[in-house]
């Protein structure tokens, strides 16, 4: 019998099969659509997070006030993981701490930032938005943002602010443009440039002191550090980290009071995370392919006990074993392929899904909570997962048709044509 006629006998099998099969194929569609969409939502995060990592800049170290915080330096890009310890008994990030910075080797330019939320108003309608207030001296130097339209903020700036591009395009809706006035928290400031992404207000920090609730004094927020050679990224965050305990009088460790992080810690920090969460919701989807798997088995036993007469008739005009096993392995595999077909669409549609309402949320929603969720606003689809994904839903039906194919070609004509 040829290769073609068996694919035809198992074809048409599939094709007249009982509720049954058809309910193990939605089995496998639901196993291959989980695996899909866990796969592609958690690769699309990985580059989201890269991006974002990248653009914070490998050569900018961010020291922050508290244990085991960060914040990324253009206020886009939050982490925050605080320790027990209340906020009434952290010592604040202050000028000299910046002073003591700019002694450490390799350090090129250390600017210290305070950040707050304030409402901002143009044209009659009011968003509130992200606002930073930055060294203008060296803020140019040590930003990663770049300029779309206008110029960085100078030393000779009062109110002046550098908007990000997604707030002054998508934000107002006829947008705002270069040298327009905007009010923040009632004082009339210049929009005098616009960067190319992002949504944070720059301006100076004297000027943002007055500006935002509890930001006077000397406290700052953050320091961003640039430094020389990026190779020495982890000495340097070493001999920072000992002059700063230093200064505060800090002898232990655990006593630290402040954090000073580098983009490659915190990409290796989420990294891990998200590799924990998408192993266990791999483990999730697998146990649903086991199950399908499993069902297949099932179906092809019953196939074969159903079919016992027919396989007689077949050896008693001639077929062989090989021809009666590759007619139920090929049955079998036919289900794997239509359910990761079906899997393949189902995955595809529900990572879709969940992009879009990643980017919905984080539209609406800002500070961390946003951030996170735009890390969750693209998929990475690729061939090679949808190709794979395909040929592994194949394999599970050809193993687990296996041993029923296997028993089919191994039937005695005379006892298969006896059988009722």
């Given amino acids: 019998m040829r290769i073609r006629k068996s694919l035809e006998l198992a074809l048409n099998i599939l094709v007249h099969s009982k509720l049954r099969s058809w309910l193990t194929i939605i089995g496998i ?6 695996v899909v969409a866990i796969v592609s939502i958690s690769e699309g995060a990985k580059q989201e997070m890269e991006t974002r990592l990248g653009s914070l800049g490998a050569d900018v170290l961010t020291v922050t006030s508290g244990f085991s915080r960060a914040m990324g330096s253009g206020g886009e890009f939050r982490m925050r ?8 008994t952290t010592k604040n990030l202050t000028k000299k701490d910046v002073i003591i910075i700019e002694t450490v080797p390799n350090v090129l330019y250390a600017m210290g930032a305070i950040s707050g939320r304030g409402d901002l108003t143009y044209s009659g309608k009011t968003a509130s938005a992200n606002i930073q207030g930055v060294d203008a001296s060296v ?3 040590i930003t990663t943002e770049t300029i779309d339209s206008g110029r960085f903020l100078m030393q000779s700036d009062k109110y002046s602010v550098v908007i990000g591009g997604r ?16 009010t923040i928290e009632g004082k009339s400031f210049t929009v005098v440039g616009i960067t190319t992404s992002g949504s944070t207000v720059y301006m100076p920090i004297e000027i ?12 700052l927020d953050s320091i961003s550090v640039k430094i020389e050679d990026v190779a020495l990224s982890e000495a340097t965050v070493g001999n920072i980290t000992s002059r700063l305990m230093l200064s505060r009088g ?6 630290r009071d402040f954090s000073v992080i580098s983009p490659a810690e915190m990409q290796a920090t989420m990294t891990s995370t ?7 919701l791999g483990a999730i989807a697998a146990i649903s392919l086991v199950v399908g798997g499993i069902g297949i088995a099932n179906t092809m036993f019953t196939s074969v006990l159903e079919k016992t007469r027919d396989i007689g008739i077949m050896k008693a005009i001639g077929a062989k074993n090989r021809d009666v096993l590759l007619i139920f392995l090929f049955n079998s595999g036919f289900i794997g392929l239509v359910g990761g077909i079906g899997g393949i669409v189902l995955g595809s549609i ?30 990475a689809l690729t061939w090679q997962l949808l190709v794979g994904s395909l040929l592994f839903s194949v394999l599970i039906g050809v193993i687990a048709g296996a041993i029923p194919a296997y028993r089919a070609s191994k039937l005695n004509p005379v006892d298969a044509l006896r059988y009722e």
């Fill in 81 to 88: 993981f605080d320790n027990d310890e209340s906020s009434s």
């Fill in 208 to 219: 943002a002191r007055t500006t935002l609730e509890d930001a006077g004094g000397e406290k």
């Fill in 29 to 34: 569609i639901i196993g291959i659509g989980a």
């Fill in 250 to 255: 800090i002898l232990y460790e655990k006593d």
């Fill in 274 to 280: 998200l590799n924990t969460l998408s192993l266990f």
């Fill in 139 to 141: 803020w140019k130097d």
């Fill in 167 to 182: 707030l002054a395009t998508e934000t107002f809706e006829n947008g705002i443009p270069l040298n327009s006035k905007v």
């Fill in 350 to 379: 529900a990572s879709s899904l969940i992009s879009s309402a990643g980017g919905l949320s984080s539209n609406s929603g800002g500070g961390m909570g946003g951030g996170m969720m735009r890390m969750f606003s693209s998929t």
